[in-house]
């Protein structure tokens, strides 16, 4: 059971209305982690922008983008963050057996290179918090400075959305239990 009321754009003050405004824009409503951060209205106008660089002018690859956001949700135990980009996964091209390994937390040998590593390097900011030298030095000749910078980015963004989903209890709706 969530652990916020569910709020409408009719019950915010005007500037949570005009932050309901800005996200429902971008995002088409104002659902899922963002009807928690709706309640601070100047805080969900900053994490939605931040959204928005990252998933949809970002210049990761779609693929390796949902993958390490599926790694990300993985690692902190989204369940609603995972069924929300499990379908864009796919849509972008993540292959299906990359995302059963990071959906069963499984070992990663079996993936192609830049697979491994954008997994191996998101479950090492989650599990370690930190960045092995080996996958630092892999990544940034893979990715470059700029898009190593971009998914470790990614990672933090994710977590942060991924933490106010388990933290707030919000789940997916339906029968979706993905893990």
């Known amino acids: 059971m969530p652990r916020w009321s569910p709020v409408t754009r009719e019950t915010l003050p005007p500037e949570g209305q005009e ?8 995002r088409g409503g104002v659902g899922g ?7 601070v209205p100047r805080l969900a106008g900053r994490v939605a922008d931040l959204g928005t660089y990252l998933r949809f002018e970002g210049t990761l690859d779609g693929a390796e983008r949902e993958l ?4 990300t949700a993985r690692e902190i135990g989204s369940r609603y963050e995972w069924v929300g980009h499990e379908a864009i996964a796919r849509r972008e091209g993540a292959r299906a057996e990359a995302i059963e390994v990071v959906r069963v937390q499984g070992p990663t040998e ?10 191996d390097l998101v479950r090492a900011l989650h599990r370690e918090h930190r960045m092995p030298e ?19 980015g990614l990672a933090g ?13 919000v789940e997916p709706t339906g029968d979706a239990r993905p893990f």
């Open 33 to 39: 982690p963002y009807q928690v951060l709706i309640q």
């Open 110 to 119: 079996g993936l192609a290179e830049r697979e491994r590593l954008i997994v």
């Open 157 to 169: 963004y994710y977590g942060m959305i991924a933490l106010v989903l388990v933290g707030f209890e």
């Open 68 to 71: 390490a956001i599926l790694a």
């Open 19 to 26: 932050a309901w405004d800005h996200i429902a824009s971008t």
């Open 134 to 152: 080996h996958l630092f030095a892999a990544a940034r000749e893979a990715l470059g400075q700029a898009r190593l910078v971009e998914l470790v």
